[in-house]
C-alpha cells in the first residue's frame, strides 16, 4: 500500500485553524490547528501519512455525535470522515459494508427499504458508522456489536489493516478504538434480508418515533451524557436528583431526558464540562454512586 500512499497533495485540501463547533452535535469546541475532509481511500491513507511524517496528533470526527471539545481546539490534524461515504450490500451473505462517514440513520433506512432486519434500532442514533463501531453505540438493548463482523482502517504505522469481533474488545458504549490510533473507514455488519419491507420500514419508524416522543431533538446536545450505571438509569438518577433543567452559563440539564445536556444558544464547552461535573458530584452525594461520562471529552478543559 505504500506506494498508493500519496497519490495527492494532502497541503492543497489542508485547512487550517478550523472551528469544530459546526462538526460536533454540540456545536461547541474550539479550533483544529490542521483540518481536512477526505473523500476516497487515498486521501484517508495519505492525510494520516501526512501527520505521520510530521509527528502530529491525530484526532478522527465522524458526525461529531457523543463527543465535547474543549474551547480551546485541538492540536495536530483533525481527519473529518463525514464526506467519506458508501454502501455495499451483499445479498448472497446479507451484509452491508458501510464507510466510516455514512450518516447511521441513513444505513438504517437503506437497510429497512430493502426489507433488511438488524438496523432499526440506530435509526435516531445521530453518528456514523465509524462513529457507531468506535462507541459501540445501541438502543433498545441491541448494540452494534451483535451485528458486527469486520472492519478496515488505516493504522498510523501499519497502512489498511483489518479488524475481526475479536479485535475490538467491544464492552458497554466501548471498544479498543477509544484508544487504539486508527482511522476507522469502513464496517461491515450481519443483517437478516428477507422481510417485507414495508413491516421493516414501519417497525424503524416506530423506533425513530419511540425516541423522538422520550429524548430532546430540539437543541443541540450529544445525545446520552453518561453511562447506565446498571440496575439504574442515568437518566433517572439525575432527575431523581432533582437536576433537571440546572443550567451553568447556557448549558443545561434537559426537561425532557435528564441524561442530556442542552446548549440552549451560546454554552461554551466549558460550561458544559463544568455541568457534567456539578451533576456528577449532586448524583454522587446522594447516591453514592459516581456517574461516568458516555460522551468523550477532548481537548484540554480548566480545573473545576
Known sequence: MENLINPWEVDSLLRSQVSLAPFTTFRVGGPAEQFVLPRSWEQLQASVAWARERDLPLTFLGAGSNLLISDQGLPGLVICTRYWRHTQFDEATGQVTAAAG???????????????????????????????????????????????????????????????????????RTSVLQVQPLLLAQATFQLQPGHDPEVVTADTLADLEQRRATQPYDLPSCGSVFRNPKPYSAGWLVEQTGLKGYCI???????????????????????????????????EAKWALRLKPEVKMLGEFPPV
Open 102 to 172: 455514512e450518516p447511521l440513520p441513513t444505513l438504517a433506512w437503506k437497510a429497512a427499504k430493502r426489507g433488511w432486519r438488524g438496523l432499526e434500532w440506530a435509526v435516531g442514533i445521530p453518528g456514523t458508522v465509524g462513529g457507531a463501531v468506535v462507541m459501540n453505540a445501541g438502543a433498545h438493548g441491541v448494540c452494534t456489536a451483535d451485528i458486527f463482523r469486520c472492519a478496515q482502517g488505516v493504522d498510523s504505522g501499519q497502512g489498511v489493516v483489518t479488524l475481526e469481533p475479536e479485535d475490538m474488545g467491544f464492552q458497554y
Open 249 to 283: 452559563g447556557n448549558a443545561q440539564v434537559a426537561e425532557r431526558h435528564a441524561n442530556f445536556i442542552l446548549n440552549r444558544g451560546g454554552a461554551t464547552a466549558t460550561d458544559i464540562f463544568r455541568l457534567i461535573h456539578h451533576v456528577q458530584d449532586q448524583v
